[in-house]
């Protein structure tokens, strides 16, 4: 079941139960919010509890004998970062409801961890063929900024016209996680800009009326997309790649849906030679990876998309785009030592005034 359906699995009397309601405060983020939901829900059944209540009123004893049995059925269905998730929503909705559960020793029946899975990045070859695969100008326009931008799925849905601005050479800026602490500055490409234009431009031929509080991508109705729609899109989409296959397991891909969008924005960053590593983290959105770069590193918008322009080129996906690139950044040269060369013809006329007037003092 997709997550964004969770609420369907409560009855609507327990989600009222203020245990429930206390573990629902709890979390931030709606995906999260989901899928702890799910696995809650999972444990209830497991417990053959009639309510979230009950799970909270078990004497001590019970209620580590339960969480114990219920982790060893599932020790051999799941592997380690599964079962990790699984325990933080439990140890979440008790937490909530102010008890402790022991995790350390409920870890131990974790089977040991595993190479992660789907770890691989799309390559522009990947992209393109997404792009090929249909004609649907949302899609088309969500491909190319999720390709150029390097954002989190997740944070698409919550995307405003606001949130983006106009930025040299045909790129726009955009505010993800607007307003919340994760809040950072990422950039589209010019072609991730042209898409947008054309999807725009179709939604006002049927009557929408953008404005700065219009979302960036709309349901056929105009109103916001689920937080699931991005991934499960990008999952479609893959689902034709020749180039994504099966991990030793059978059931994960080496490709993830849409994540491996991500690392591929992450790789082209990474690889450039001279790299700023503490300014690609910022245009990922990591503010934890380098200490204290949280604290003390605060670069300008300016500086960010300076170093977004030195990886543009390899970012974008069509060949027209690349060579109006290049020929845009050769013609910056060009103007560049035009500029120069004036300014030193202007110095040796200056310098010969200044010698004249000297042999003139002399005389």
Same mark, same amino acid.
């Given at each position: 079941?997709?997550?964004?359906?969770?609420?369907?699995?409560?009855?609507?009397?327990?989600?009222?139960?203020?245990?429930?309601?206390?573990?629902?405060?709890?979390?931030?983020?709606?995906?999260?919010?989901?899928?702890?939901?799910?696995?809650?829900?999972?444990?209830?059944?497991?417990?053959?509890?009639?309510?979230?209540?009950?799970?909270?009123?078990?004497?001590?004893?019970?209620?580590?004998?339960?969480?114990?049995?219920?982790?060893?059925?599932?020790?051999?269905?799941?592997?380690?970062?599964?079962?990790?998730? $699984?325990?933080?929503?439990?140890?979440?909705?008790?937490?909530?409801?102010?008890? $402790?559960?022991?995790?350390?020793?409920?870890?131990?029946?974790?089977?040991?961890?595993?190479?992660?899975?789907?770890?691989?990045?799309?390559?522009?070859?990947?992209?393109?063929?997404?792009?090929? %695969?249909?004609? $649907?100008?949302?899609?088309?326009?969500?491909?190319?900024?999720?390709?150029?931008?390097?954002?989190?799925?997740?944070?698409?849905?919550?995307?405003?016209?606001?949130?983006?601005?106009?930025?040299?050479?045909?790129?726009?800026?955009?505010?993800?996680?607007?307003?919340?602490?994760?809040?950072?500055?990422?950039? $589209? !490409?010019?072609?991730? !800009?042209?898409?947008?234009?054309?999807?725009?431009? %179709?939604?006002?031929?049927?009557?929408?009326?953008?404005?700065?509080?219009?979302?960036?991508?709309?349901?056929?109705?105009?109103?916001?997309?689920?937080?699931?729609?991005?991934?499960?899109?990008?999952?479609?989409?893959?689902?034709?790649?020749? !180039?994504?296959?099966?991990?030793?397991?059978?059931?994960?891909?080496?490709?993830?849906?849409?994540?491996?969008?991500?690392?591929?924005?992450?790789?082209?960053?990474?690889?450039?030679?001279?790299?700023?590593?503490?300014?690609?983290?910022?245009?990922?959105?990591?503010?934890?990876?380098?200490?204290?770069?949280?604290?003390?590193?605060?670069?300008?918008?300016?500086?960010?998309?300076?170093?977004?322009?030195?990886?543009?080129?390899?970012?974008?996906?069509?060949?027209?785009?690349?060579?109006?690139?290049?020929?845009?950044?050769?013609?910056?040269?060009?103007?560049?030592? %035009?500029?120069?060369?004036?300014?030193?013809?202007?110095?040796?006329? %200056?310098?010969?005034?200044?010698?004249?007037?000297?042999?003139?003092?002399?005389?």
């Amino acid at each position: 079941m997709a997550l964004h359906k969770y609420a369907e699995l409560i009855p609507k009397g327990l989600r009222t139960q203020r245990s429930f309601l206390l573990f629902e405060s709890g979390i931030r983020s709606e995906q999260t919010k989901s899928t702890y939901t799910i696995y809650l829900e999972h444990f209830r059944d497991f417990a053959k509890a009639k309510d979230y209540d009950t799970l909270v009123n078990l004497d001590e004893q019970t209620r580590k004998t339960l969480i114990e049995d219920f982790f060893l059925s599932l020790k051999r269905k799941h592997r380690y970062t599964t079962l990790d998730t $699984i325990l933080s929503s439990i140890t979440k909705f008790y937490a909530m409801n102010d008890i $402790i559960v022991n995790t350390k020793k409920i870890r131990t029946f974790f089977p040991s961890k595993e190479k992660t899975l789907g770890d691989k990045a799309y390559t522009n070859e990947d992209v393109k063929l997404m792009l090929d %695969q249909t004609k $649907i100008l949302k899609h088309k326009a969500l491909i190319h900024v999720l390709a150029s931008s390097g954002m989190r799925a997740g944070a698409v849905h919550e995307l405003k016209l606001m949130h983006l601005n106009n930025m040299p050479h045909n790129c726009k800026s955009v505010l993800v996680y607007a307003d919340s602490i994760e809040e950072y500055t990422t950039f $589209i !490409s010019p072609e991730a !800009s042209e898409a947008l234009e054309y999807y725009f431009e %179709q939604r006002r031929k049927k009557g929408e009326k953008l404005t700065p509080d219009s979302w960036l991508f709309v349901t056929d109705s105009n109103k916001q997309f689920d937080y699931a729609w991005v991934s499960a899109l990008m999952c479609r989409f893959a689902q034709k790649l020749l !180039s994504r296959k099966h991990t030793v397991n059978g059931v994960n891909y080496d490709k993830k849906g849409a994540h491996a969008m991500r690392k591929r924005f992450n790789t082209i960053l990474k690889l450039r030679p001279g790299c700023n590593l503490s300014l690609s983290e910022r245009l990922l959105g990591h503010s934890q990876t380098i200490q204290l770069d949280n604290a003390y590193f605060k670069p300008t918008d300016e500086q960010l998309f300076d170093e977004y322009l030195k990886v543009l080129p390899d970012l974008m996906i069509d060949e027209k785009y690349r060579l109006r690139d290049e020929i845009e950044q050769k013609q910056n040269k060009i103007d560049e030592l %035009q500029s120069s060369k004036e300014r030193i013809l202007l110095l040796e006329s %200056q310098l010969t005034q200044i010698q004249e007037h000297i042999k003139n003092l002399k005389s």
